[in-house]
């Protein structure tokens, strides 16, 4: 009898235990949110700095000190070619040699004080060589004026220098371990401090044939020159600003699988990892990351675009049941 009431009890409690199991196994379902990985269109870049630049300049010189008596033209001003710069007050600059001439007469040693002579006769035959003006040689606009009224110019620089502003070009200098995949006429998006808001277009007009070595603080590298013809120059752009230029090196878009850095984790041993579902279980996938962006991250092994993704991680681990509460997009 006893036995009898034993086994009706232990069947009683399995009978609970067994209509219990679906509430113990939902009260451990934990509910998540799921993404999966975004395909984008990806062109490879690479970013070098460089500086804007005149395409064309052109350096006047006289050959000997002049005095100036006045200037017409300021820099940045627009000049054409054949246009008076500055006019040359001849009597002054005449003085100016002979005052140069008596000094260096002084100095001169009495052996060959006579040979000097017979070219000190002929002095006056230079106010022939003395201009009236100084002209421009070429169009475009003042970037450097090196004169100042009733001062002689300095013998050892240009006097000014006229540059050809409305072509402007971008100068880079390419990493020589980079190099090999840039070629002419690739295009290419340049920004800068100096015109913050707006971009410009372009592509690589020429590479330099020949490497060379610069030093950055204490550190020597060597490099590769590059010039870019700038598609659409406006008045923001200006010569001497630097700027940060993207080449596109391909011209064909690649897609790429992201997520987003904050699903990314890692182990003990740094190994990259996300959490996934794989039949309402909790999985750990392990990833190889490549190319950094601003939000996201380039994911190069360990998923694909059908990979269901927990993007909420708060008290989830490896091997927990789970159902899905909400989809990204939903």
Known sequence: ??????????????????????????????????????????????VVSGTINEQS????????????EKI???IGD????????????????????????????????????????????????????IPENIVATASGNITSLNIIENSISDANKSIATISNTDKLI???????DLVSYVK???????????????????????????????????????????????DNIDEHLKPGFSTKVEIYLDETPQYMVTLPYELIQQDKDNNEFILAIEKNKVTKKYIKTGEEMSQSVEIIE?????????????DIKEGDMVEIKNIKGD
């Open 78 to 129: 627009k000049i054409n070619i054949g246009q008076t710069i500055a006019t040359i007050d001849q009597e002054k600059t005449f003085e100016q040699i002979l005052n140069s001439i008596d000094i260096l007469s002084k100095n001169i040693p009495e052996e060959t004080f006579a040979t000097f002579s017979s070219y000190i006769s002929k002095i006056e035959l230079i106010k022939n060589f």
């Open 1 to 46: 009898m006893k036995r009898y009431i034993l086994l009706v009890v232990i069947c009683f409690s399995l009978i609970i235990g067994i209509n219990k199991i679906p509430y113990i196994i939902k009260n451990n379902i934990k509910s998540v949110n799921i993404t999966k990985g975004s395909n984008i269109k990806h062109l490879e870049t690479l």
């Open 170 to 176: 971008a100068n880079i200098s390419i990493p020589e």
């Open 302 to 314: 360990g998923i694909d675009l059908n990979t269901t993704i927990i993007s909420s991680l708060d």
């Open 57 to 68: 300049k052109k350096d006047i010189s006289i050959p000997i000190p002049v005095v100036v």
């Open 184 to 230: 002419e006429g690739q295009k290419v998006i340049l920004e800068g401090d100096g015109f913050k808001g707006i971009s410009y277009t372009g592509h690589i007009s020429d590479i330099s044939s020949f490497a060379k070595k610069e030093l950055s603080g204490l550190s020597q590298s060597t490099s590769v020159k590059a010039s870019i013809n700038i």
């Open 72 to 74: 017409f033209f300021n």
